[in-house]
């Protein structure tokens, strides 16, 4: 394991109300040259010091809400270990997922399963390692677990609007809450005891106000589902936290701050147990892509420039969660520059990164950052091609 120091994030503000934060580097060009010669690339830099501080931030200004890291914004050891250190528990949605969290020390009386849609291998592999926590939205998988898991706690997940998410996860699963009840009362009828509700705002939620809408409605079908006869306990708040890409978000803190005003304002008179499963917003900007360009041409009268990653490895979050990675180049404020398309390693024409950021004229060899590489960008890379998928070094 290699160690370097790692850069502090750079305080922006951008209005009179709020600190944002930006995508920043993790590493310097020279700490990417010496990890470059020693590991090739490209490489995932990740940084324990700062899912630490993101995790330590979250605690600071939410310390009555557990985290559960949603694993599947990335699965790696080198995410969870740091993660389980400081105390975190885990969402787990696959078997993999759970042996991934055991590798780094999870036990599963930390974990809960949240996808509302499980096969049936899914749910007994995960339920004979140990989880006791699973989710359900409809009647199929309430008859689901009624069936093969009868003795576990059930998390009920509502559907939830949300304005400002870049990623509505509701499309697919939640129940609309007025159903909640209902719900809830055909599981206690078939045996089963639901003991949490569940929601997600959407990911990349930018506005923490969302947040205050939702429970307002979870506060509702919580009381709703009570009356139903259900012994909830649990109230779990999702993920949906942001990170930054090429558009700074609200600081974490004054984030935080606000989602914590909500929640006592909704919540707060009930004596319950609140979670939540935090994915991109705890580990995004812990990892820091080192890619180098390979090749140049010039096409269409544009400057093309060919990197040795591209949408078929780590930017797989370009095409499947809709992010926009910054490319950051050495001293490329001294230098002039120019529209330009940069794209990646494969043969497909698809496998473009960019075609509207302004770069210098790079050379053959040089190295390009990408911060915020963390979340949904090698958990979806694949090696088509047959090219390698970027290997993972940490850091302190
Ligand atoms: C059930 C569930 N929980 C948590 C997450 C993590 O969301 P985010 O990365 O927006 O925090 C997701 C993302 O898909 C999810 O589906």
Not at 76 to 81: N, T, W
Not at 110 to 131: A, F, R, S, V
Not at 215 to 227: N, S
Request: net charge negative; proline share 5%; hydrophobic share 40%.
């Amino acid at each position: 394991m290699t160690s370097f120091a790692t850069q502090s994030v750079r305080p922006v503000r951008i209005d009179n109300h709020h600190s944002v934060r930006v995508s920043t580097p993790v590493i310097s060009f020279d700490q990417a040259r010496e990890l470059a010669r020693e590991f090739g690339t490209p490489t995932l830099v990740v940084s324990r010091s700062t899912l630490a501080r993101t995790y330590q931030t979250m605690k600071a200004e939410l310390p009555n809400v557990e985290m559960f890291y949603a694993a599947k914004a990335n699965s790696d050891v080198s995410i969870l270990r740091p993660l389980f250190l400081e105390g975190s528990s885990v969402d787990v949605c696959s078997y993999r997922e759970l042996q991934s969290a055991l590798l780094a020390g999870f036990k599963p009386d930390q974990m809960i399963h949240t996808h509302p849609c499980k096969t049936i291998q899914n749910l007994m592999d995960c339920y004979n390692e140990g989880i006791r926590w699973f989710t359900v939205d409809c009647t199929g998988e309430i008859d689901k677990v009624a069936r093969y898991t009868p003795d576990v706690n059930v998390i009920l997940r509502l559907a939830a609007a949300s304005s400002s998410s870049l990623i509505n996860l509701s499309a697919k699963f939640g129940c609309d809450p007025t159903d909640a009840p209902a719900l809830a009362a055909e599981a206690g009828r078939k045996g089963l005891s639901v003991r949490c509700l569940s929601f997600h705002v959407g990911s990349q939620c930018l506005n923490p106000e969302d947040f205050r809408t939702m429970l307002t409605r979870a506060r509702q079908a919580w009381d709703a589902c009570v009356a139903a006869g259900a012994p909830l306990e649990v109230l779990d708040i999702g993920g949906g936290f942001p990170a930054p890409y090429r558009t700074g978000v609200m600081s974490l803190s004054d984030y935080c701050r606000h989602l914590s005003a909500a929640l006592d304002a909704t919540f707060g008179d009930l004596p319950i147990r609140i979670i939540a499963e935090p994915g991109r917003g705890m580990c995004a900007e812990a990892v820091t892509l080192i890619t180098r360009v390979v090749g140049k041409s010039v096409r269409g009268g544009l400057p093309w420039f060919f990197l040795d990653e591209g949408i078929y490895g780590s930017f797989s979050g370009k095409l499947f969660d809709y992010s926009d990675f910054e490319l950051f180049a050495e001293a490329a404020d001294m230098r002039p520059r120019s529209a330009c398309v940069v794209a990646g390693p494969t043969c497909d024409s698809h496998d473009v990164v960019s075609t509207d950021q302004e770069l210098p004229e790079l050379e053959v060899g040089e190295l390009l950052l990408v911060p915020t590489m963390g979340a949904y960008t090698s958990a979806s890379a694949s090696g088509f091609n047959g090219l390698d998928i970027a290997r993972v070094v940490e850091i302190d």
